[in-house]
């Protein structure tokens, strides 16, 4: 993909630091444990409630976020297709923007990664054409102050063909300095290009008609721990998941079951206990992934 026409490069001010990562940068001790737990999961991911999971986990250890937009180039459609992943409820016009390639936003990001070289860079939401402005004011304000922080993948002695790109989006409190979140990106964006490719691959095959369709391993530990998880969770927690993957918060899910929001608020620590899950999206994603939702 070519950074979009409407989309003029030199109005893109980027923030990043002054300095690309240094080649012999070290990374900390947590960081690197983070780095080596993200290599040796990616392997296992293959559908997208997997690759779900596995950035909650072993890479929002590394790279902190709320929101995360990955695109892998179609050949088919001759473009990048975006997919959206976030972790904290965001509203359909708010997460509009991350999944459309032609959206002002997603092409103001791949423009600005084109012009900054291929680098990992972050960009300040403020500095933006207006159309892409225009659509991070909701998303200010349902996250409540983001930065964008842009990688990719381009094609080799190629850098306007992208052939992957992902935003992670956080708020600006962001613990992490921004010279450490640019390395990090750098050394984790391989792995995520090639688990987000592999998934899109796996995705294309089983839309084939009449294609036979492989067991992918652990399915039948899967089944087993679904089993397992299924008679753990009782029938009201799996109906309080069912209304938190609707995006619903803990009062509106009371108001649906005519209980108290302090009542599903306990569900939901139970839920999460029992799924091995840090926050509610996670809870959800693992559900699904084992077939209890």
């Keep these: 993909m070519k ?3 409407s989309a003029d490069p030199s109005e893109l001010p980027t923030r990043r630091s002054s300095r690309a990562p240094a080649a012999g940068a070290v990374l ?22 997997q690759f779900f999971v596995w950035s909650q986990g072993a890479l929002s250890a590394l790279l902190p976020h709320q929101a995360l937009c990955c695109a892998a180039y179609s050949r088919p459609q001759r473009d990048l297709a975006f997919t959206a992943f976030h972790s904290v409820v965001l509203s359909p016009l708010a997460l ?103 998934v899109v691959a796996a995705e294309s095959l089983l839309a084939v008609p009449g294609l036979p369709q492989a067991t992918p391993v652990g399915d039948e530990r899967g089944r ?3 089993a397992a998880a299924g008679l753990a969770l009782t029938e009201r927690e799996l109906e309080i998941l069912r209304w938190a993957r609707e995006g619903m918060s803990n009062l509106q899910i009371g ?39």
């Excluded at 939901?268 to 994603?285: C, E, T």
């Design 255 to 293: 108001e649906q079951l005519d209980i108290s929001a302090l009542t599903v608020k306990n569900h939901i620590q139970k839920i999460l206990r029992k799924l091995g899950a840090s926050n509610r999206a996670q809870a959800v994603a693992v559900a699904m992934a084992q077939g209890l939702l």
């Design 96 to 198: 509009a923007p991350l999944s459309d390639a032609h959206s002002p936003l997603m092409q103001a990001c791949a423009a600005a990664w084109v012009l900054g070289g291929g680098r990992a860079l972050q960009l300040s939401a403020s500095h933006q054409p207006l159309p892409a402005q225009e659509q991070l004011v909701r998303l200010n304000r349902e996250l409540r102050g983001v930065q964008l922080l842009v990688h990719g993948v381009a094609r080799p002695q190629r850098p306007a063909e992208i052939e992957s790109l992902f935003v992670f989006l956080q708020a600006d409190s962001a613990e992490h300095a921004l010279e450490e979140r640019l390395l990090h990106a750098e050394l984790a964006v391989p792995y995520l290009h090639t688990t987000w490719r592999r």
């Design 3 to 5: 950074p979009p026409g």
């Design 224 to 226: 087993a721990g679904a």
């Design 28 to 49: 900390a001790p947590h960081a690197g444990e983070s780095l080596v737990r993200l290599a040796e999961t990616a392997a296992g991911v293959m559908r997208r409630t």
